[in-house]
């Protein structure tokens, strides 16, 4: 009998194992047929069984280093694959391979996280059925659409983009209501023509129902699916599936689809580029727009990022010539921009109404539109009633006993809870720490504001929205509806209501308190704000005819601010170019490439301790010599979480691959580092990092 079985084959696969276990590369397998590369497997590990890829062998691949003919002895067989599932492409696995380098996160640990769940639990039957069902996935079907005549502007920059070669990257720099989406709708219409797939990211997942509408509207015959946790495992799975069959055109997604299997991918929309959520911050903490660059030149695919307010990033390589711009100044049917006033909150009395949070200048604005049935949209970027809960008597206040935070008062449930840890509890009747009875809210978030501004306009129809408002799934598409139908006349929220949204009702966007961002420590903080802020006043003014009544009321300590000067003047390329001088005169991205080390500890000294023995070993392997900096471990901002002490490291070069040549001889030393300090609990490394 044995004699009959073929020999076996060794296979490299890439395996499910938890970042601590420090295996970066891909383990050897047996396996008594051959199985192509990016087969889905079950092998096993230890004592477990864990899912894997089949991965593609390369050069200094560990098989090379199998020594004699035969697999050694101790290599264990492959015990199932997903035989009915065709093999991953080539390039899905190369961008993975690409990810998990550059973040420095293992080979295994990328390529199944990016993989739907439900699919590292099916055995190859259970699966076949589910390709069974994928043939009821249909095109939505409806009317042939309507294409509207193309502005100027958005032929210009089509015709661009049409002579740009494949794989390049254009930078699509595009006002608010400038009509980005018609752009990238028709690129889609190119990219299918031509046989090939479109991927479209959008940061934030309440964008995407929107987004899907006006997809599915222009392109009744075409799959669209999309790609987002706010899927169900099934549903998740189902789309996932669709992309990788080629059966689905259209992947609409947030950043986890940039990892979608594609197999002719032809364009990669990435619409508000400069959106932070595009960052992951947790596990791999990868950029789905790099990613999106990375891939689009890896499989030929056309690249075209699109913003009102680029990142200082993407202008920079735009202004190397390295990025095809392309510009979109003006408002699709002559809209214009609103006008952006001043409320100087220095020269509001103390003792005006509603607690200074309302200027009277505010106030008769809103009444203004109330008078005239238009909407208002007032922002504040703070959800809750009151950030802190103070007693009067002894000053005691609302801190979280595991964290160094307050706990925020909400008071539609009267509860205080922890935005970092989640405790929550019931609001105290009286001080916990001398019993007496007048504990107040200082400052305040959306849900006071609501309150606030309910008292300052009687009879107006105030809604909010946030994420304590959109909590449950479907919420926020009826509030959305309902504001679209003119049933809202202020509508109250965090920056969720500020990004993307179509509202032509809007007449007055109002930013209650955004000073604190000009002062913040990190330095992209003003970037951030300014992004937010042109982005909230994209919002007024969509419809042509109310554009001219339209205006953004700034309520600021600091008018003068260079920032808001720009703001005034929507003009975004005076404040990338000043943005960009200082960046450079102070050497920071982009003109340097940083990397932020974490640890957390049992105390701060156990995470500092560590991180300067890391940055010891950073030392020793030359990190001065190559131009590196470390700068001194410190705490992070909110130091304690959930009883855990989080300290942090920056690490800076002043080119990418300095900076990756120290990480990966480092990324070794860490894992053997881990094993000497005891009380230490995790630590992560941030390629890249947004947040400082
Ligand atoms: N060529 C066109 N003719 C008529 N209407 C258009 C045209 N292009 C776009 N529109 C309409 O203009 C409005 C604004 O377009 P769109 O939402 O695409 O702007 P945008 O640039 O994506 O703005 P934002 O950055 O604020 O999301 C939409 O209602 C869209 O249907
Ligand atoms: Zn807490």
Same mark, same amino acid.
């Given at each position: 009998?044995?004699?009959?079985?073929?020999?076996?084959?060794?296979?490299?696969?890439?395996?499910?194992?938890?970042?601590?276990?420090?295996?970066?590369?891909?383990?050897?397998?047996?396996?008594?047929?051959?199985?192509?590369? +990016?087969?889905?497997?079950?092998?096993?590990?230890?004592?477990?069984?864990?899912?894997?890829?089949?991965?593609?062998?390369?050069?200094?691949?560990?098989?090379?280093?199998?020594? +004699?003919?035969?697999?050694?002895?101790?290599?264990?067989?492959?015990?199932?694959?997903?035989?009915?599932?065709?093999?991953?492409?080539?390039?899905?696995?190369?961008?993975?391979? #690409?990810?998990?380098?550059y973040?420095?996160?293992?080979? %295994?640990e990328?390529?199944?996280?990016?993989?739907?769940?439900?699919?590292?639990?099916?055995?190859?039957?259970? &699966?076949?059925?589910?390709?069974?069902?994928?043939?009821?996935?249909?095109p939505?079907?409806?009317?042939?659409?309507?294409?509207?005549?193309?502005?100027?502007?958005?032929?210009?920059?089509? *015709?661009?983009?049409?002579?740009?070669?494949?794989?390049?990257?254009? &930078?699509?720099?595009?006002?608010? /209501?400038?009509?980005?989406?018609?752009?990238?709708?028709?690129?889609?219409?190119?990219?299918?023509?031509?046989?090939?797939?479109?991927?479209?990211l959008?940061?934030?997942?309440?964008?995407?129902?929107?987004?899907?509408? $006006?997809?599915?509207?222009?392109?009744?015959?075409?799959?669209?699916?999309?790609?987002?946790?706010?899927?169900?495992?099934?549903?998740?799975?189902?789309?996932?599936l669709?992309?990788?069959?080629?059966?689905?055109?259209?992947?609409?997604?947030?950043?986890?689809?940039?990892?979608?299997?594609?197999? $002719?991918?032809?364009?990669?929309?990435?619409?508000?580029?400069?959106?932070?959520?595009?960052?992951?911050?947790?596990?791999?903490?990868?950029?789905?727009?790099?990613?999106?660059?990375?891939?689009?030149?890896?499989?030929?695919?056309?690249?075209?990022? %699109?913003?009102?307010?680029?990142?200082?990033?993407?202008?920079?390589?735009?202004?190397?010539? $390295?990025?095809?711009?392309?510009?979109?100044p003006?408002?699709?049917?002559?809209?214009?921009?609103?006008q952006?006033?001043?409320?100087?909150?220095?020269?509001?009395?103390?003792?005006?109404?509603?607690?200074?949070?309302?200027?009277?200048?505010?106030?008769?604005?809103?009444?203004?539109?109330? *008078?005239? /049935?238009?909407?208002?949209l007032?922002?504040?970027?703070?959800?809750?009633?009151?950030?802190?809960?103070?007693?009067?008597?002894?000053?005691?206040?609302?801190?979280?006993?595991?964290?160094?935070?307050?706990?925020? #008062?909400?008071?539609?449930?009267?509860?205080?809870?922890?935005?970092?840890?989640?405790?929550?509890?019931?609001?105290?009747?009286?001080?916990?720490?001398?019993?007496?009875?007048?504990?107040?809210?200082?400052?305040?978030?959306t849900e @006071?504001?609501?309150?606030?501004?309910?008292?300052?306009?009687?009879?107006?129809?105030?809604?909010?929205?946030?994420?304590?408002?959109? @909590?449950?799934?479907?919420?926020?598409?009826?509030?959305?509806?309902?504001?679209?139908?003119?049933?809202?006349?202020?509508?109250?929220?965090?920056?969720?209501?500020?990004?993307?949204?179509? #509202?032509?009702?809007?007449?007055?966007?109002?930013?209650?308190?955004?000073?604190?961002?000009?002062?913040?420590?990190?330095?992209?903080? /003003?970037?951030?704000?300014?992004? &937010?802020?042109?982005?909230?006043?994209?919002?007024?003014?969509?419809?042509?005819?109310?554009?001219?009544?339209?205006?953004?009321?700034?309520?600021?300590?600091?008018?003068?601010?260079?920032?808001?000067?720009?703001?005034?003047?929507?003009?975004?390329?005076?404040?990338?170019?000043?943005?960009?001088?200082?960046?450079?005169?102070?050497?920071?991205?982009? #003109?340097?490439?940083?990397?932020?080390?974490?640890?957390?500890?049992?105390t701060?000294?156990?995470?500092?301790?560590?991180?300067?023995?890391?940055? /010891?070993?950073? *030392?020793?392997?030359?990190?001065?010599?190559?131009?590196?900096?470390l700068?001194?471990?410190?705490?992070?901002?909110?130091?304690?979480?959930?009883?855990?002490?989080?300290?942090?490291m920056?690490?800076?070069?002043?080119?990418?691959?300095?900076?990756?040549?120290?990480?990966?001889?480092?990324?070794?030393?860490?894992?053997?580092? $881990?094993?000497?300090?005891? +009380?230490?609990?995790?630590?992560?490394?941030?390629?890249?990092?947004?947040?400082?």
């Amino acid at each position: 009998m044995s004699e009959l079985t073929p020999p076996a084959t060794v296979v490299s696969v890439a395996v499910d194992a938890p970042q601590h276990s420090a295996l970066r590369s891909a383990l050897s397998y047996t396996s008594d047929r051959p199985l192509p590369a +990016g087969t889905v497997v079950h092998v096993p590990l230890g004592k477990r069984t864990v899912c894997g890829v089949v991965w593609p062998a390369a050069a200094g691949d560990p098989l090379g280093s199998v020594p +004699g003919d035969g697999p050694p002895l101790e290599l264990r067989p492959v015990e199932a694959a997903l035989s009915s599932l065709a093999p991953l492409p080539h390039e899905w696995c190369k961008l993975v391979q #690409f990810a998990a380098n550059y973040y420095q996160r293992s080979l %295994g640990e990328v390529a199944l996280s990016v993989l739907p769940p439900e699919l590292r639990k099916l055995n190859d039957t259970q &699966l076949a059925q589910r390709l069974k069902k994928l043939q009821k996935l249909a095109p939505a079907g409806g009317p042939a659409p309507v294409l509207p005549e193309l502005t100027p502007e958005q032929t210009q920059a089509l *015709e661009g983009l049409a002579a740009a070669d494949a794989g390049s990257v254009a &930078l699509l720099h595009g006002s608010t /209501g400038s009509g980005k989406t018609e752009v990238y709708q028709r690129l889609v219409a190119r990219s299918l023509d031509a046989g090939r797939q479109a991927l479209v990211l959008v940061p934030e997942i309440n964008l995407t129902p929107q987004l899907e509408a $006006r997809f599915a509207e222009r392109f009744p015959d075409r799959l669209i699916v999309s790609l987002h946790s706010g899927l169900t495992p099934a549903q998740r799975l189902r789309h996932w599936l669709a992309a990788h069959l080629g059966q689905a055109d259209i992947v609409l997604g947030t950043r986890m689809a940039v990892f979608a299997s594609l197999p $002719r991918l032809g364009l990669i929309v990435v619409d508000e580029e400069h959106d932070p959520s595009y960052k992951s911050q947790e596990g791999a903490r990868y950029s789905a727009r790099d990613l999106a660059v990375y891939r689009g030149k890896l499989e030929g695919a056309q690249v075209v990022l %699109g913003s009102a307010t680029p990142s200082m990033e993407s202008w920079q390589q735009a202004e190397r010539g $390295r990025y095809l711009r392309l510009s979109m100044p003006a408002r699709v049917g002559g809209g214009v921009l609103p006008q952006v006033r001043f409320v100087d909150m220095n020269h509001v009395p103390k003792d005006a109404a509603y607690n200074a949070a309302l200027s009277p200048a505010l106030v008769a604005a809103l009444q203004r539109r109330l *008078e005239r /049935g238009e909407q208002s949209l007032v922002l504040l970027n703070r959800r809750g009633y009151s950030p802190v809960l103070q007693c009067l008597e002894c000053g005691w206040k609302s801190g979280c006993p595991h964290c160094s935070a307050w706990r925020v #008062f909400h008071r539609v449930d009267r509860t205080l809870r922890c935005h970092h840890c989640g405790y929550t509890e019931r609001v105290p009747r009286a001080c916990p720490d001398c019993g007496n009875a007048d504990i107040q809210p200082v400052g305040r978030g959306t849900e @006071r504001l609501e309150e606030q501004l309910e008292h300052a306009l009687p009879g107006a129809r105030v809604a909010r929205i946030d994420a304590d408002t959109t @909590r449950l799934k479907g919420t926020l598409e009826t509030q959305l509806a309902s504001v679209h139908a003119g049933e809202v006349d202020v509508l109250v929220g965090t920056q969720m209501v500020a990004k993307g949204h179509d #509202f032509r009702r809007v007449t007055l966007v109002a930013a209650v308190n955004p000073d604190a961002a000009l002062f913040s420590s990190d330095f992209r903080a /003003g970037e951030r704000l300014f992004a &937010l802020l042109m982005q909230a006043a994209g919002r007024a003014g969509r419809d042509a005819e109310q554009a001219a009544r339209s205006e953004m009321l700034v309520q600021t300590w600091h008018p003068t601010h260079p920032l808001y000067a720009a703001l005034r003047g929507h003009d975004y390329t005076a404040f990338a170019a000043s943005t960009l001088a200082e960046r450079e005169m102070a050497a920071m991205p982009p #003109f340097a490439h940083q990397a932020l080390l974490r640890a957390e500890g049992r105390t701060q000294e156990i995470a500092q301790d560590w991180l300067a023995a890391a940055a /010891g070993a950073a *030392e020793a392997l030359g990190a001065a010599d190559a131009g590196v900096t470390l700068y001194p471990p410190v705490p992070m901002a909110v130091a304690r979480v959930a009883n855990v002490e989080r300290a942090q490291m920056l690490v800076e070069s002043p080119t990418r691959p300095g900076l990756q040549r120290l990480l990966a001889q480092w990324m070794p030393q860490l894992h053997a580092l $881990r094993a000497e300090h005891k +009380g230490l609990l995790r630590w992560a490394i941030d390629v890249d990092p947004l947040a400082i």
